[in-house]
């Protein structure tokens, strides 16, 4: 239970409003004051910069910790870069009128956003998304269902049921039917694109993030634990990393440079490794 509860802390930010007159770029620690992080990603066009999902709105993060808003103030989910083009972005969320946003994509860097799909069942509101690198014509989602589309978010249709407390899900880097799903009770695993799954590592422990590499490695934080690193060639023997409690909920990984990881942190804004997660 206090590994439970240790997990809904670190899940549970300060929902701060957004001041209506808030400016279009301020500093990454003002940022952090007026809202939430719910993703964040390298820049494959520039690893100098990041992109940041918020509550309230998306933004792009320059190598001098300026936070520049792209987009216009609504909640951002789900968020997740295409694997192989640098000009497709995807997301989901909210309005800032409340309800649901669809599957959306981006082609100007975060600046416009279109609604590609309701989704199956939706408007879909995908907290949990991820696109596949194998093939990312297949991109995951989970509301009412775990959610698949495999023509680019065109057409999407439930697959399957995610795990039980499922927090985060990641695509496979090598193989377009397996996603992983990071839940209060260990990590799991589907190799049939959700239909079924079965237990992976961290059997009753929580997995507060999961996220592959380009290059096969796959990180997980486990509370109690801390960051862990594997393989997709061989998922079952994990090695720890670091046992910095701030690193546990989402993850970024350079594409061009492996070793350089960025990590939303609890109660720490965004911190960096070049050590591919030790330090």
Known sequence: MKRLNTIAAALAYAALA???AAADSVSLAELQKQTHYHGLAVDPADPSRLYLATHHGFYRIGADGT????SQVQDFMGFTPHPTDPSVLYASGHPSNGGN???LMSIDGGANWTQIAPGADGPVDFHQMD????DPKVIYGVYRGLQVSRDGGKTWAIAGQPPEGLIALA??????ERIYGATQIGLMVSDDAGATWRALAFGGMPVSMIAT????ALYAYVVGNGLMRATEAQPETWA???SDPRIQLHLAIDGKE???LFAIAHKAGIIRSDDGGKT
């Open 101 to 103: 946003l669809g599957f």
């Open 258 to 260: 492996p070793n350089r």
């Open 67 to 70: 936070a520049t808003r792209l």
């Open 18 to 20: 957004m001041p209506a």
């Open 240 to 242: 720890p990393l670091s």
């Open 131 to 134: 696109v596949n690198p194998a």
């Open 213 to 216: 590499g380009a290059d096969g």
């Open 171 to 176: 695509a496979s880097a090598s193989a377009a």
